[in-house]
């Protein structure tokens, strides 16, 4: 099984609220990974949890918070957004993210994000 | 650092024709390479990877790319589409050792019957 599931599938939300994007892995994978998709462009990484702990930050602006619960979830939460933030946000996980053969990613479905 | 070049954004095919979308990387270093496919309003789906051994990797699908050192290349190819094979594909690499990916800028195949 090589599911990722992601809630919600879709988010509207006012530049005001504060929501927040849920992930879910059951494969037993320490790595997880949070990437913001824009149209007809490739995904662009945010963030990289290892063993619940956070080691990758690629200078994402302090409104997207992640959050690592534990090894199976990995929520990302949302404040204050602009309009520009609207894309689709798309979870992976990974082995153990320490990127040798078995650390293959796999993608969840995407949460697409409308910020008014 | 990598960097993989997609050179065609877009690849037009008719029903039952072969394919080829190209894909070419720069590293230093070992390299694991990747197909991504992104069917409209989805989330990525691993195609097939190489990681290492035979340089000639399968897809369950009928798609195959061949890893080719010398020059640095990961083409993918079929010999014959369908109509459901429309999306977007994403060419990536990662380099030993660590676990991020980068990725092409994507081709999108459009197939028409």
């Known amino acids: 099984d090589t599911e990722v599931t992601q809630t919600p599938k879709h988010l509207v939300m006012g530049m005001t609220n504060k929501k927040s994007l849920k992930c879910e892995q059951h494969?037993?994978?320490?790595?997880m990974y949070w990437y913001k998709q824009k149209a007809k462009k490739p995904p662009e990484l945010m963030f990289v949890y290892s063993y619940e702990k956070l080691s990758i930050n690629e200078s994402v602006p302090s409104r997207f918070s992640p959050e690592c619960p534990n090894s199976s979830l990995l929520n990302l939460h949302l404040h204050a957004l602009q309009p520009e933030d609207s894309a689709l946000y798309l979870c992976a996980s990974s082995q153990d993210g320490q990127g040798d053969t078995t650390d293959t990613q796999y993608f969840g479905p995407g949460t697409r994000l409308t910020v008014l | 650092a990598q960097s993989v070049t997609q050179l065609d954004s877009q690849v037009p095919v008719f029903e039952e024709a072969p394919v080829e979308l190209r894909c070419n990387y720069s590293?230093?270093?070992?390299?694991?390479l990747f197909w991504y496919v992104q069917y409209p309003n989805q989330g990525l789906q691993l195609l097939l990877k190489y990681l290492s051994g035979s340089t000639l990797v399968e897809s369950i699908n009928g798609f195959e790319a061949e890893f080719n050192k010398s020059q640095t290349s990961f083409h993918l190819r079929k010999p014959s589409v369908h109509i459901s094979d429309t999306a977007e594909y994403f060419c990536?690499?990662?380099?030993?050792?660590?676990?991020?990916?980068?990725f092409g800028k994507g081709t999108m195949l459009l197939v028409s019957p």
């Open positions: 590293s230093s270093v070992s390299v694991y």
């Open positions: 990536a690499v990662s380099e030993k050792g660590y676990s991020t990916l980068t």
């Open positions: 494969m037993g994978h320490r790595a």
